[in-house]
């Protein structure tokens, strides 16, 4: 009661500067409170086998659906510790690419060469392989209350804590997760695969930002090559090596530096152009 007449008695610009202050107070917990959560959090990518110096290379690649050609005569070879991000619209057959590498679905010519050492770990967007009637730590573990990562073991439920899967979010049925929950998952799956080159297909897609945090040094600390498909721009600068970007006329451009290096790279080889929808070869001509 003391505190609400006191409040009432000030003046409008007491008042806003005791809740300004108030509020930067707040924000202040509130910045502690995410910072405690974030040095909690670690998510680990075990090294596979040594990669050699051939992983995979596209040679004359070309794919169509109907009659939009997706790519035509594609050429890339990616090197053995580059971080590569797939960037383009929606429909643009990034996730082709990845589908071709893994034997899921065949180029119309052209062909992908996998090295001999390569070890390929897949983060899909589908989701398939996860038991909607198991629970989180089911999946990831097995039922194994241990786990081998990298030669060595760890306890399981610690190895789901780090992708913040705690405490009663382990016993989750896997069929009533969020979208998020499912990504993160996956993520776990995948990651505990010991692989040395990692495909990640829209990997940031609906996690929270202390996950975020951890991919990044997760991936940035991996010894092997990655190549990941996003359209989260910030995300690709501050982990990617190289960018491979779908543009106009169904072709694709093979960069060899950031997001941010690639965009003035592409300004300056097409001129500073305004955002349009982009156009395909037809394999019918008019």
């Not at 090197?79 to 929606?90: A, E, L, S, T």
């Not at 990845?98 to 390569?118: N, W, Y």
């Amino acid at each position: 009661m003391q505190r609400e007449l006191e409040w009432v008695r000030m003046s409008p610009k007491a008042r806003q500067s005791k809740g300004k202050a108030r509020l930067n107070a707040y924000e202040n917990l509130l910045s502690e409170d995410v910072k405690q959560k974030e040095e909690k959090l670690e998510i680990f990518i075990p090294n596979g086998p040594r990669l050699g110096n051939e992983v995979i290379e596209a040679i004359k690649v070309s794919k169509a659906y109907g009659n939009k050609v997706l790519y035509d005569d594609l050429n890339f070879k990616l090197p053995p510790n580059g971080i590569v991000g797939i960037i383009g619209p929606n429909g643009a057959g990034k996730t082709t690419i990845f589908r071709m590498v893994m034997g899921l679905e065949k180029p119309d010519s052209g062909e992908f060469k996998i090295g001999s050492t390569v070890r390929i770990g897949y983060a899909d967007q589908t989701h398939k392989e996860i038991d909607p009637e198991k629970t989180v730590w089911e999946v990831i573990s097995g039922g194994n209350e241990s786990i081998e990562l990298g030669g060595k073991l760890l306890n399981s439920r610690a190895y789901v804590a780090r992708f913040n899967f705690s405490g009663a979010d382990q016993g989750k049925k896997c069929g009533v997760l969020s979208g998020g929950e499912r990504n993160r998952l996956h993520l776990a799956l995948t990651l505990r695969s010991e692989a040395n080159v990692l495909l990640l297909d829209e990997p940031t897609n609906d996690i929270d930002v202390n996950t975020l945090r951890a991919l990044e040094e997760a991936i940035e600390n991996f010894a092997g090559c990655a190549v990941i498909i996003s359209h989260d721009r910030w995300f690709l600068d501050r982990v990617c090596t190289h960018i491979l970007a779908f543009e106009d006329d169904s072709q694709v451009y093979y960069f060899e530096g950031g997001y941010s290096d690639y965009e003035e790279n592409k300004k300056k080889r097409l001129g500073d152009i305004t955002p349009h929808r982009v156009r395909y070869k037809s394999l019918v001509k008019n």
